[in-house]
């Protein structure tokens, strides 16, 4: 049986990523199959759909890519696929598991309320829909973003609410059906995917399932590098979130405090003394105040010393500064991974700018950390920020002002 295959905390089961390759694929006469992997059925995507990481179009991303490196070469060294160029495969052999074989899934369905806590759901509507919930189960529609692959009728989701007003699950139900292509929900012109939900357990929001607890209650699962829906909880994690969850919702039904051990999360750690200021032009600025040389000067040394300082902790740092996708250096450790923005200033003041994609991706990415280095060239202090607290103190102070030539006329 091929083995489970690893990378940055995630997890891919060669045997699901073949199947949905030979199905991808075009048939030959001699039962064999040609797999291109391009357009949406290339491989670095139907990894991203069965193990949840991050991709992006043009972009290589470190644990996807090393995903994608171990399956071509289980491909080969395994025998089931000769490679005939660099995205083209002759697939030899029938995958190892049939359509009506597919054990029962645990799929995490994301939602951000959103910097004022009333996207899709205000506090109070979600009071509504769990009372609602307790009397008959609730059919809806949620996003599962790109992933086309993996999800049939029978499977389970699990509702987890991301951002900056706490995290962990909140419903489950039954999935009714594989996904289907809809308008986006948030960019009106481009297309998601979408199940169906029959959602028959649901509890308050102060009784949330917190990541904390999930951290301890299933731990090999990384429930800090969730970046899209649709993610899935495999093997024995999947099975332990289930007990996990069951165990969690009945207490909430029988009117007990479902989580009387845990207080307060991390992110909620008191740190007044950070400012930020957001620049809503989109441009890199935040190195410093003096003129451009100073400022590239200070940002330099800034992202020198996070990388140094990150190293002699164990973490293997990347600089993806140039890939402008929200930070300036990832940085991973075993299973752990940290999505670094890095901010350099020439005086003590915990005080910068961050762009607008910076600042969605302290609201999206969990893994997302603003790290402030004060005094940057001459005696550099590291400020680690929480997403949380970057976004609270985050203040609007320049915008955009773009005139339409007819109001010329």
Known sequence: MPPLLTSHGYELDFDEVYFLMWHAASGDEDGTRLYVSSGEEALKWLIAELAGTPAESGVTLPANDALRSQVHELLEAEGWAERLGTRTFRLLREPNIKEDEVATKHVLLTWNPGRDNDAQYTPRQWDDFVADVSRRPVEGRWSVGRRRHGIREGDVAYLLRQGTHGTGVLASGTILGSPVPGEHWRDPGAVAQYVDVAWDRAVRMDDMLTTDVLEQEVPEFPWKQVYFSGREVTGASGDLLQQVWNRHSARHEQGEDPTPETGRSASSIDEAEVTITLDNRGRPVGAGFGSAE????????????????????????????????????????????????????????????????????????????????????????????????????????????????????
Not at 328 to 352: F, M, N, P, Y
Not at 360 to 384: C, F, G, K, M
Request: some cysteine; proline content about 4%.
């Open 294 to 409: 100073q400022n590239k000067r200070v940002e330099t040394a800034a992202v020198r010393h996070v990388e140094e300082a990150y190293e002699r902790e164990g973490w293997d740092v990347e600089d993806v500064s140039t890939q402008k996708i929200g930070w300036d250096l990832t940085a991973t450790r075993g299973s752990e991974i940290h999505h670094l923005e890095v901010k350099g200033v020439s005086g003590t003041l915990t005080q910068c700018f961050v762009t607008a994609n910076e600042l969605r991706a302290a609201e999206e990415d969990p893994a997302w950390r603003l790290v402030i280095v004060t005094s940057a060239l001459d005696a550099p202090t590291l400020h680690d920020v929480d997403p949380s607290v970057a976004i609270h103190y985050a203040t609007p102070t320049i915008f955009r002002v773009n005139i339409p030539a007819e109001e010329f006329d």
